[in-house]
Structures are given as structure tokens and as C-alpha cells.
């Protein structure tokens, strides 16, 4: 592995609902311009290590940075993509509208988004393959819209790092190829992507780095190293069908 | 009195003016307000508020001894903060849900309000002090420094709205998804809530306490039924409040003794009431019709179907049938309607009366119908 420089660094991450641990002392190191699949069972604390790691939920323990510099200070390198279920679509705003959120951080108090905000919202709109929907009202989309929409608007953040909270849940094929393209053209540009994944399947095909997780970190680190039956057997128990069908390298 | 009676009043009667004047201006700050709360689907927050605002009202007056409006609204106005903060401490510190809170909050508030009234009122000192009007509002008691003051406080809650708008539209539609950006959401969620307070103050006088989470939630509501954009929303739900206050404060001032606080919400009412019926795309109406369309249409093309399939067991494909035995295969519903409406766009004649057959276009119309169906059958 090359000298590269590590985009997100988390030490010792420790979260508790109510005295009971959900993430239990993970650390994890993500050098610049990878792919990283987070997966794990259901409740194996995916979600919430990602909000942790945004600090939209106080963690009981641990320090998170990104470049080398603690978090807070480098938020505006950081882009967010929450699971679309997390908020009410029928909310009365535009597609054009909701993207353009992605800038409100930069834009700071009182101003309001003007042209050129309106053209980078058309802009990132067309590299999710959404350009013709910029004036729908969002309640008219389908899930796959709904989540590209997401997406359109974390590139409008223009971040270094993205987490992304299941972006390929529920969507249709086509919304499917546009993320696989996006994440692609991602890592192309040098930006690293972190996301929660849920099809073990798909791994090794969209993702070069993954983190298995069940409270405890199990393993992290290149696709080929660690994404292993040992593994997977670690993090999931002996629930995985899936093991038993795949053929070993 | 005619309704040119009540537009002259309304122009040149002082008092009425006066009053018109309150309750347009409480009905555009909560109707701009209430946008928000019915957004984030807080309505109850309004309520508990509105209701958390009594003791205050009654302490003030207590320590001060002045039903001076602004000395009790002040009053009213820390009642309300000092609920929002036991709020957020509640629901932080504990496991209670959130709305299990606000009724907690709304109930022990209001008791404890209740209580001082009552106490105030044995003291015959204080009868004339004429805080029950707190409960129901008075509007008719509001002089021209009311609404002066009203219109300060709901001119700056306004103002407040307009240089925090891009962020309250972001709290209210993802509010994680702003912490993520950095911004200070529960700050900026705490302002919202006070200038929701604020709101609530302005309401005490004209409408009360009880009614005034009426006066947050239904022109939000009724707006939102008409709109897709939260700044038209937000306007016609200020339009909603100022229609509904001043057509309040104009037909209790009929002489007919009618409090103006309930009136006015009544009014309101029928405009939430209009706008679930009769609005455009969310309208229930429009539902309605959408749906008969559709069932009407499915049954039409189902009869199409039908007289298609008996007359190809012919070698005439237009030989008619009688309209019994098309409800034989067709089942229920109208075929005489359908039948109808396929004559009316040249798909099928009648023959004697009571027997139907297609044309050649309804052959044609049955048979691009039928064809993927059949292919799917080989």
C-alpha cells in the first residue's frame, strides 16, 4: 500500500443508548480515494457509527478526523447522504430546491442561494441523471429519485469525503447504475466514499475498501484482504446464506 | 346589517376597525408561524404553549398588580419560554416521548393557571380584573396600543422569519442533514419555538388561550392543501389567518353577544374545512372524482373488451348483442353507461334498442387491446 494520506481516522468510537453499548471501541483508518462498504447484521450499529462520525449524536467516547484535523474543524470537506426514509417527502419544496441545501453550510446567515447556486444545483442534477426534474415537486418522485436527489445534493456540498447511509437501498436499476457510475467518478476525481452497505453480494463489485462491523469493528481494509468467509462469519454468526454459494477466489 | 354595512363599519367605525385590525394582524403571524408547526408535525406544540401561557398571564398580574396587556403578555411570553425549556429538558433527561411530555407540560401548566384564576377571582379586589377573558380572548377589549403592540412583536417575528428562512425550511424538512452542514440546529430549532411563543402572545387577548392552537395549526393546514411551495404556503396561510380574524371580528361585532375569539376560529374552520373538500389535487373531492374516472374508465374498456370476445365466437365481428347478456359476463356496474360513452367515441352502435354491436374502429380499438394479453397467453 502507498503512502497515501488517511481522509477519515476514528479512535476508539464508543456510542450507548441508555447504558447499552452500540458501537463498542471502534477504530478505523480510510486512506484518501477509496470506495469503503460499511456492512454488518441488522443492529450492528452501521447507522449510528456514521451519525457519530458527523456528530449528529454524541458519542460516549472517541475522536474522529478527517485530514488529519479533528472534525469540527474540517466539516466542509465532509458531504452527508442520510437514508431517504429519514425525512417527509411530501414536504412542500422542489427538487431544484432540496439540492440546493447542500450549499446552505457555505452560504452562511441570511443570504439566499442565488443564480450560480441554482446552476451548480442543475449541474450536480445532470451527473445523477436527474436534469428534467429539477422543477418536480418532491413528492411526485419515486424512491430511486428520491435517493438520487440525495445524492445530487450532497455533490453540491463539493466535499472530500461522502458518507452515505445506504444509497442503494430499495432503488431501481436504473438509479442503481447512476450511484455505481457517481461512486466511480468519485474516486476517479480523488474523493473517498464511505457508505453503509446492505447486499454482501455487490461488495467486491462496487466497492474497493470494506469495513465489517457488529458493535465491534471485525475487520477493515482492501476488498480482497479482508472480505473473507472468516470474516464474514465473524460479523454476521453463522447467518449468511450467502457464504455458502460463493465461490472462493 | 348588510355586507356593505359591515365593509363601512370595518372602514370608518373606530372600535371595529381597532379589533379588525388585531385579529388580522394575530391571524398573519400565526398563520405564518403555524406553517412551520404543521411542517414538522408539531401541532400539539402549539397547544401546549398556547395553554402554558395562563399562569404566566395570572403571575404577572399577581406581582405587578397592572392587567396592562403588555405587562401580562410579558408574563404570558415567560410562561411560554420557561415551558419550552422544561421541554427539551424533559424529553433530553428521561425516556418520556415527546408528545407525552407536552401533555404533561400542557396539563400541569394550564391546572396551575386555572388555579390562579380562581384564587384571583375570591379576592373581590381583583374581580374586575377580568383575566378570564384569557381563557376565551376578548377582542373587543383590544384598544389601538394593543394592537400597537401586537403588530411590533408579530412586525419583528415576522422579520425574524424572512432572515432565517432558508434555515427554519431546513430544520423543518432535515434536520440532520443541517447538523451535518454544521449549523446550529437546536439553536436555531429554540428560535423557531420562541417566535412561535411570540405568536401565541400576540393571540392571548382576541382569542385565549384555549383556542389559539387553532389559530397555529388550521391556516397551515388549509394552505398546505392548495400549494407546493413553502413560500406560497406560508403567505396564503398568513391570507387564511388575516380572512379568518377580520371575518370574526366583523360578525361578533353583529350585536349578537358571540365571543370574537370563537368566531373567529369557526371561520377559520370553514376555510380548513373548504380546503380538504375542495383543493385542487389534494382535495378530497378531486380524489374522489379522480377515482370515479378511473373506475368508470376500467369498466368501459372492460364491456369493450367483453362485446369484442362473445362476437368473435361469430364470424361477423360486429354481430350485436343484447345488453342482458353483456351483464351476464360483465358482472356489475353500469353497461348501459359504458355502452354509452362507446358509442360516444364511435366504438360501438345500438341495434333495436336493446342490443349493442361494435364498429369496425371498436374492433379495432378491442383488438390493440387485446393483443398483448393474447400473446402473453402463447
Redesign the interface.
Known amino acids: 500500500m502507498d503512502e497515501t494520506k488517511l481522509a477519515v481516522q476514528v479512535a476508539d468510537l464508543t456510542v450507548a443508548y441508555?447504558e447499552k453499548p452500540v458501537l463498542w471501541d471502534v477504530d478505523l483508518d480510510v486512506p484518501q480515494g477509496v470506495l469503503m462498504a460499511i456492512v454488518g447484521p441488522n443492529g450492528a450499529g452501521k447507522t449510528t457509527m456514521l451519525?457519530a462520525i458527523?456528530?449528529?449524536l454524541t458519542p460516549a467516547a472517541g475522536h474522529v478526523s478527517i485530514f488529519g484535523k479533528p472534525y469540527?474543524q474540517q466539516?466542509?470537506l465532509?458531504g452527508?447522504v442520510?437514508q431517504r426514509g429519514?425525512?417527509?417527502w411530501d414536504?412542500?419544496?422542489?427538487v431544484l430546491d432540496?439540492v440546493m441545501?447542500g450549499n446552505?453550510?457555505k452560504?452562511g446567515?441570511?443570504r439566499?442561494?442565488g443564480a450560480a447556486d441554482r446552476r451548480a444545483a442543475q449541474s450536480a442534477l445532470e451527473k445523477v441523471g436527474m436534469a428534467d426534474y429539477a422543477d418536480r415537486?418532491i413528492?411526485q418522485l419515486s424512491g430511486g429519485q428520491q435517493q438520487r436527489t440525495f445524492l445530487a445534493?450532497a455533490l453540491m456540498?463539493d466535499a472530500q469525503v461522502y458518507f452515505m447511509d445506504e444509497p442503494f437501498q430499495g432503488v431501481d436499476a436504473t438509479t442503481e447504475r447512476a450511484i455505481v457510475d457517481l461512486l466511480k467518478e468519485l474516486r476517479a476525481q480523488g474523493k473517498t466514499v464511505l457508505a453503509v452497505h446492505h447486499d454482501l453480494q455487490t461488495v467486491p463489485e462496487y466497492f474497493d475498501w470494506v469495513m465489517l462491523l457488529n458493535v465491534r469493528r471485525i475487520a477493515s481494509g482492501p476488498v480482497k484482504e479482508v472480505f473473507t468467509d472468516e470474516n464474514l462469519r465473524a460479523a454476521y454468526g453463522g447467518r449468511v446464506g450467502f457464504l455458502n454459494k460463493r465461490q472462493d477466489p | 346589517m348588510s355586507l356593505l354595512d359591515l365593509l363601512t363599519s370595518l372602514l370608518f367605525d373606530h372600535t371595529i376597525r381597532t379589533v379588525a385590525l388585531g385579529t388580522a394582524t394575530l391571524g398573519i403571524v400565526s398563520g405564518v408561524l403555524g406553517s412551520f408547526a404543521v411542517l414538522r408535525k408539531q401541532s400539539l406544540l402549539g397547544d401546549a404553549l398556547s395553554h402554558a401561557a395562563l399562569p404566566g398571564v395570572a403571575i404577572a398580574y399577581m406581582l405587578t398588580g397592572s392587567k396592562s396587556p403588555a405587562v401580562l403578555m410579558l408574563g404570558a411570553g415567560a410562561a411560554g419560554v420557561l415551558a419550552i425549556l422544561l421541554l427539551i429538558n424533559i424529553t433530553r433527561q428521561t425516556r418520556l416521548k415527546e408528545d407525552s411530555v407536552l401533555g404533561i407540560v400542557l396539563s400541569v401548566f394550564f391546572g396551575f393557571g386555572l388555579l390562579l384564576l380562581t384564587f384571583l377571582q375570591r379576592n373581590p379586589d381583583a374581580r374586575q380584573a377580568g383575566l378570564n377573558t384569557f381563557l376565551f380572548g376578548q377582542a373587543a377589549t383590544l384598544l389601538t396600543r394593543d394592537v400597537i403592540t401586537m403588530a411590533i412583536f408579530g412586525g419583528l417575528a415576522l422579520l425574524f422569519v424572512v432572515v432565517f428562512w432558508k434555515e427554519f425550511k431546513l430544520l423543518s424538512f432535515d434536520r440532520e442533514f443541517g447538523a451535518s452542514l454544521g449549523l446550529p440546529m437546536p439553536r436555531i430549532d429554540m428560535l423557531l419555538t420562541t417566535l412561535l411563543v411570540v405568536a401565541v402572545v400576540i393571540g392571548l387577548q382576541a382569542v385565549g388561550v384555549v383556542l389559539m392552537s387553532a389559530m397555529l395549526v388550521a391556516p397551515g393546514a388549509a394552505a398546505r392543501q392548495w400549494t407546493n411551495h413553502l413560500g406560497r404556503m406560508t403567505l396564503l396561510s398568513a391570507l387564511f389567518g388575516a380572512l379568518a380574524g377580520v371575518a370574526g371580528a366583523l360578525l361578533s361585532s353583529l350585536g349578537t353577544g358571540l365571543s370574537t375569539g370563537p368566531v373567529i376560529v369557526l371561520c377559520i374552520s370553514v376555510i380548513v374545512l373548504f380546503s380538504l373538500v375542495m383543493a385542487p389535487n389534494r382535495g378530497l373531492l378531486w380524489n374522489y372524482l379522480r377515482q370515479w374516472r378511473n373506475r368508470r374508465r376500467l369498466r368501459t374498456e372492460a364491456v369493450l373488451e367483453n362485446i369484442y370476445l362473445m362476437s368473435s365466437q361469430h364470424d361477423d365481428p360486429s354481430h350485436p348483442h343484447a345488453i342482458t347478456a353483456l351483464e351476464a359476463v360483465s358482472g356489475a356496474g353500469n353497461v348501459r353507461r359504458s355502452l354509452e360513452e362507446l358509442q360516444r367515441r364511435g366504438l360501438a352502435v345500438p341495434y333495436d334498442g336493446n342490443k349493442w354491436a361494435l364498429t369496425a374502429e371498436g374492433v379495432r380499438a378491442a383488438q390493440t387491446r387485446l393483443q398483448p394479453a393474447q400473446k402473453d397467453e402463447k
Open positions: 441508555q451519525k458527523l456528530g449528529l469540527q466539516r466542509s465532509v452527508y442520510p429519514s425525512v417527509d414536504f412542500p419544496t422542489s432540496v441545501m446552505y453550510g452560504l446567515w441570511v439566499r442561494p415537486q413528492s445534493r456540498q
